[in-house]
């Protein structure tokens, strides 16, 4: 039976293209998260995109799901994906979208950015005092990732000494100078002149980054998390900044979100706050990387191949 690939991808026409002539034997439908049928569901053997959770249930034909994200926690709660489906992520698509992100909230804080854009809003000529360099900066990233990688390189550039944390050493990571475990976050919080988390959510990392390591970190250093929301004690970090610990804190991804009106995080001093913006769609690179991790990891598939980014082989 020819395979019914259902492409949820943001494609271009000469994508399409590159699609039908890799797999010319397949039907090939296009839909989006909104527009798709309960027929093209049914139907579907391979899925590449973000389908809602809740129309997987629809796909009895499903083999394989390529979401288009690199995070997959709603899609590996129980009951979600059919048994037997093979699950894999396109996780490296936006590192360097977060990457850049994560560097450009860096260098607002140490030179004092957002006060400056408060004062400008007041119209206020004000010196805003001392700034950071990251030059010679001891930055630890936690989740030496594709995302923490890319950053670490950044940081590498501007003269930074970068150290990540990841769990498994066995293989080389670029951007850091030094590896090491997770198990040696305690000691090496005090070190740091810059704290980076690009975590992702799982039952290992919620609450990892609590009041007592926030307690841990070097006076005026900085904090910075693009990974998931629920890997820090946002009530914590709160009383760290009001308390004038750290030098200050950016977070683009908080737990809830929306954040809702009236958090303490709103007010929170010395906080940048942006709205999980720093991955997506946004750069045109990031879209052009996910339609290419499809492309590969289709011929891969049609050839009987290991599939790249695996997450689950058996759900």
Not at 272 to 300: F, S, W, Y
Request: hydrophobic fraction near 40%; glycine fraction near 6%; aromatic fraction near 4%.
């Amino acid at each position: 039976m020819s395979e019914y690939i259902l492409n949820m991808l943001p494609v271009q026409p000469e994508e399409r293209a590159a699609f039908a002539q890799l797999a010319p034997d397949a039907v090939h439908v296009y839909a989006g998260r909104r527009t798709v049928t309960p027929e093209q569901l049914a139907q579907a053997t391979l899925i590449f995109g973000w389908p809602r959770p809740r129309d997987l249930a629809q796909c009895k034909n499903l083999k394989w799901f390529q979401t288009m994200w690199a995070g997959t926690e709603e899609y590996t709660v129980p009951g979600i994906l059919p048994p037997g489906v093979l699950l894999t992520n396109s996780a490296g698509s936006n590192s360097q979208s977060v990457a850049e992100h994560m560097l450009a909230c860096l260098l607002a804080l140490c030179r004092k950015l957002p006060q400056c854009r408060d004062n400008q809003l007041k119209e206020q000529w004000i010196d805003v005092g001392k700034m950071k360099t990251i030059h010679q900066a001891t930055v630890l990233v936690v989740g030496a990732g594709n995302i923490g990688s890319q950053f670490a390189l950044r940081c590498q550039a501007l003269g930074a000494h970068t150290i990540g944390l990841k769990r498994d050493l066995s293989r080389p990571v670029e951007g850091f100078d030094q590896l090491c475990t997770m198990d040696q976050l305690d000691a090496l919080l005090p070190q740091a002149d810059v704290v980076a988390l690009s975590l992702p959510h799982s039952a290992s990392t919620v609450g990892l980054m609590n009041a007592q390591r926030l307690s841990r970190m070097k006076q005026d250093s900085i904090l910075i998390n693009a990974g998931r929301g629920t890997v820090l004690d946002q009530d914590a970090l709160v009383q760290v900044l009001r308390s004038g610990l750290l030098w200050g804190a950016a977070l683009d991804v908080t737990d809830p979100e929306p954040l809702p009106a009236g958090h303490p995080l709103w007010s929170a001093p010395n906080l940048l706050l942006t709205p999980h913006l720093a991955g997506g769609m946004r750069l045109e690179l990031t879209r052009k990387n996910c339609i290419q991790m499809a492309l590969d990891n289709l011929q891969r598939y049609l050839a009987g191949q290991p599939l790249r980014n695996q997450v689950r082989t058996d759900i």
